[in-house]
């Protein structure tokens, strides 16, 4: 363990990275932003990041705090942005039930999208949407204008490479004139047959252009007809849920999803000789949980694989949820349905205002005495570097 830090459990990916870094970086020579990844998780809340010294005002007992390094793969670094995140959505999502679809692609595609993970990953998104458009179209939405929300996430629970859409569409839409919500049947959108044959042709037809005009890159030794034919003779699953509940339901269910990094420190159990275990959610036997152990450097291989590109949005919004739309039609929606959603809460709150709001925890209180305050008296400035 790094001198000088805030840990608040006793393994850590921070722990791992920082004992077994050294060994992965020569045996797979990371790219940038992997190697970013690696200096901002290693150096979370430790010196490296700075922080403050402060003093209890009634026992005078000291501690310092460090500075957390606010990367979107850190695990320490998502619980309160995802907690504010969720609050927000408050102002955006339209009060209904939603459907939940998963967007999965086959595995002989894997390679072509890790090579080209920022193209591949946004046409992933695009071909999603346009599936939920095109699909509407035969059923009671298709005068309508609907919407959606998607998220990203690249993995398994073992941490294999596997990226997927999560997308939230709600049960209904707003007519062409504006002047009419209407909502879907009562448990269906539209046959997920159909869903997962427009998905398909609407991925493939992009990814044809992508590669005829250069932005995307084949794997070594594997033409374009191949990889289709291949990707065409598998099953591509698409899953869909009945419609969930209430807004909350929505927002409660969408907080588990938005802002997850491929794995928890919580789900980490042990670093032995080398060897990580960590839990993990067996979907293939009926969801029991087990543990896999993994070599330290092949651990973090795996964590290595769901770093995003620099500057990459894993969740977008569509149609009536699209930023664009956010106040004039949304502000129609609710007039037409009679509903208004709560405001968000943690609006121009600061995160130790958002903390003790969550948890009921005052963080600035002495951990000493339990009555004191604990004040701020000295920074503790970033080392030269």
């Known amino acids: 363990m790094m001198k000088s830090e805030n840990s608040r459990q006793p393994v850590e990916l921070s722990h791992i990275l ?31 990041q700075g922080g403050h010294s402060s003093r209890c005002n009634q026992c005078g007992y000291q501690a310092q705090a460090y500075n957390s390094c606010r990367n979107k793969h850190c695990p320490k670094c998502q619980f309160i942005k995802q907690e504010k995140w969720v609050d927000k959505l408050n102002e955006r999502l339209i009060p209904v039930k ?48 609907t919407g959606g929300m998607a998220v990203l996430h690249t993995w398994t629970q073992t941490l294999n490479y596997h990226p997927h859409i999560h997308m939230l569409v709600p049960a209904g839409g707003i007519s062409e004139d504006q002047m009419e919500w209407i909502s879907s049947r009562k448990n269906f959108f539209a046959p997920i047959k159909v869903v997962g044959l427009i998905f398909r042709g609407c991925l493939c037809s992009l990814l044809d252009k992508g590669i005829k005009d250069g932005s995307i890159n084949l794997p070594e030794k594997e033409s374009w007809k191949y990889l289709k034919d291949l990707a065409y003779s598998k099953q591509w699953i698409i899953y869909a849920q009945k419609p969930m509940g209430g807004v909350h ?72 949820m ?5 106040k004039s039609l949304r502000q129609q929606c609710l007039a037409l349905i009679g509903k208004m959603n709560d405001l968000a809460r943690y609006v121009g709150l600061t995160e130790a205002e958002v903390y003790r709001a969550i948890t009921g925890k005052d963080n600035l209180k002495c951990p000493n005495c339990d009555r004191g305050l604990m004040i701020i008296y000295r920074s503790i400035p970033l080392p030269y570097r």
């Open 322 to 326: 699209a930023a664009v739309h956010t």
């Open 98 to 145: 939603h459907f939940h679809f998963v967007f999965t692609i086959p595995k002989a595609l894997h390679t072509l999208f890790y090579i080209n993970q920022a193209q591949c990953y946004s046409i992933l998104f695009s071909a999603a949407w346009m599936a939920i458009r095109k699909a509407s179209v035969n059923t009671r939405l298709a005068s309508s204008q």
């Open 18 to 48: 920082q004992q077994f870094s050294e060994q992965y970086c020569n045996r797979y020579n990371p790219c940038p932003q992997q190697q970013k990844a690696i200096r901002a998780i290693t150096t979370c809340r430790t010196s490296l």
């Open 249 to 320: 339901s929505v927002i409660n269910y969408l907080g588990r999803y938005a802002h997850r990094v491929a794995i928890t420190n919580s789900r980490i159990s042990d670093i032995n000789e080398g060897q990580v275990s960590f839990r993990y959610q067996d979907n293939k036997d009926q969801g029991k949980h087990k543990t896999m152990t993994l070599h330290a450097v092949e651990f973090i291989r795996r964590f290595m694989m769901h770093i995003l590109p620099d500057n990459f949005y894993k969740i977008r919004y569509y149609g009536i």
